[in-house]
């Protein structure tokens, strides 16, 4: 279903192909739209693109990774293709991400800044259910991805 959507707005985004290229594009994004550079920590990624026009963006990698996310001890899976509508502080209606939570994995669909004076960014789940934590646990590199 997401390659679909994807498929659907190629025309007029900017493609990017190449794991450094798409590293640095995602991150500029995260950057330009002020929410932690850290958020997305994909490193073999295969294609990044972003249509300005209606805010959808996509990221292809490998494979599916899990990453953890030491500063609030929650581990993250993030599929083979991860895509968002995007505005300034803002990610919704966001496919191919899961948190662990206790036993289970819940669907992440979207990730918001409120406040920014706050220092919190809050991961909304489809059933409405939300937790914020501390911005700054989402701005570094440094856990290494678990694979799959």
């Known amino acids: 279903m997401a390659s679909q959507i994807t498929e659907n707005h190629r025309e007029g985004a900017q493609v990017y192909h190449g794991a450094e290229i798409c590293k640095q594009k995602s991150r500029e994004l995260l950057e330009e739209i002020s929410l932690p550079k850290g958020l997305l920590p994909l490193n073999d990624i295969v294609e990044f693109g972003y249509d300005r ?30 895509t968002a509508i995007v505005e300034s502080r ?6 191919g991400v899961k948190s662990r939570e206790l036993l ?14 706050s220092g919190k960014i809050t991961f909304g789940t489809p059933t409405g259910i939300s937790r914020s934590f501390p911005a700054s646990a989402f701005e570094g590199d440094d856990v290494k991805n678990d694979g799959k």
Do not use: C
């Not at 992440?108 to 920014?116: A, G």
């Open 53 to 82: 026009s209606t805010g959808f963006v996509w990221v292809k990698q490998k494979s599916a990774i899990k990453h953890h996310f030491a500063k609030i001890g929650k581990t993250v899976s993030y599929g083979t293709e991860v």
């Open 90 to 95: 803002r990610m919704k209606r966001l496919t």
């Open 104 to 117: 289970i994995w819940v669907t992440v669909n979207e990730i918001y800044v409120d406040d920014p004076s």
